[in-house]
C-alpha cells in the first residue's frame, strides 16, 4: 500500500520561506515515473506546481519558476518542495502525487498541507 504523507506547510508572511516534503511508504519514490506538487486554492481547480521525472528533468509552473524548487531523496524516500520568496497568490493547499507509467499505471495523492502567506 503506497501512502504519500506530506508536512512542512503553514503561516509565512510575504517573501518569506517554507520547505514542504512528502514523505513516501511503501514504494521507492526511485520507480516512480514522476513525483509530482500541485496545489489548490479556494475557488480554484488544483494545478501543477512542479514536477520531477525519473530520467533527472524537472518543470515548474510560470508562477514560482525562479522561487520553487523540486527535489528528491531517494535515501529518505522524500520529496521536497522548496519555496522562496513567497507571495499571498501562493496560498493553497498543496499535494503530492506520484506516478508510475510501466508496467502499471498508477497514480497516489497525499492528503495535502495547508500553506498560507499573509500580505
Known amino acids: 500500500q503506497v501512502q504519500l504523507v506530506e508536512s512542512g506547510g503553514g503561516l509565512v508572511q510575504a517573501g518569506g520561506s517554507l520547505r514542504l516534503s512528502c514523505a513516501a511508504s511503501?514504494?521507492?519514490?526511485?520507480?516512480?515515473?514522476?513525483m509530482r506538487w500541485y496545489r489548490q486554492a479556494p475557488g480554484n481547480q488544483r494545478e501543477l506546481v512542479a514536477a520531477?521525472?525519473?530520467?533527472?528533468?524537472?518543470n515548474y509552473a510560470d508562477s514560482v519558476t525562479g522561487r520553487f524548487t523540486i527535489s528528491r531523496d531517494n535515501a529518505k524516500n522524500t520529496v521536497y518542495l522548496q519555496m522562496n520568496s513567497l507571495k499571498p497568490e501562493d496560498t493553497a493547499v498543496y499535494y503530492c502525487?506520484?506516478?508510475?507509467?510501466?508496467?502499471?499505471?498508477?497514480?497516489?495523492w497525499g492528503q495535502g498541507t495547508q500553506v498560507t502567506v499573509s500580505s
Open positions: 502525487n506520484a506516478e508510475l507509467y510501466f508496467p502499471i499505471s498508477a497514480e497516489y
Open positions: 511503501g514504494r521507492s519514490i526511485f520507480s516512480f515515473d514522476v
Open positions: 520531477d521525472a525519473r530520467g533527472g528533468s524537472t
